[in-house]
């Protein structure tokens, strides 16, 4: 069984840093990444012995009710981001900048990526993009703020995708997303995400880049995954999206628990004589 002692920082104690992550790579150490979205998600993430915690804009969909990550705000991610900062003492701390907080302009992401480091305490911040979004990961990483790439199947990009729908099937687009990869790395991003993409492109990708990749709906052949909470816990009603496994039923065990306290309310079982001053 693999444990902790075989995570990025080699230890349970030692903080996981980005030379930690990016040497995993060529030390053949796959990276665990989970996102989290508050302060007892990322306790139990970090206990558990993550190498890397995300606070994705997946906040949006999992917790905030949106129906894509498209509305989440700069001030919403610092909110979470800083509530994730308290749970997490040996993780690795990336957050992500949302939709529309980088797009436009490097300097306003710039300063926008500073907020989420010295306001909501993360380590790292992750965009999406390829080719396109190079430039800014440049100004990012030169300015000293770890950037993580995201490419594929890049949610902010819903409505042009028209759906959540899997990326470079076709060889021409394969074809693009090798040179957004290229482009990411060459820009000094320390890793880069693979969402939603063919098995054979991601294990093409990963060969082909020095920084660790991290799949999600990508396939085996990626350094790395990374699960949002809600999916491998089974918090969220509706059958489970096929890139993700469920390791656990909580939405039937908190239902359970909720009406069973309703029910011992009721019956006068609770409180008892030992719940009481
Ligand atoms: O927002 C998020 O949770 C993400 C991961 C799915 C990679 O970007």
Known sequence: MKTVKDSASGSKSKPVTVPDFVKSKAAGRRLVMLTAYDFPSALLSDGAGVDAILVGDSVGTTVLGYETTVPVTMDEMLHHVKAVRKGVSRALLIADLPFGAYQADPVEAFHNAARLIKEGGAHAVKLEGGISIAPTIKLLTEAGIPVMGHIGLTPQSVFQFGGHRAQGKTAEAATRLLEDAAAVEAAGAFGIVLEGMPAELSARITAQVSVPTIGIGAGPGCDGQVQVWHDI????????????????????VIHNAIEEYAEEVRSGDFPTKEHSI
């Open 233 to 252: 816990l089974g918090l969220l009603p509706g059958k489970p999206f096929r890139h993700a496994k469920r390791y656990t039923e909580l939405t039937q």
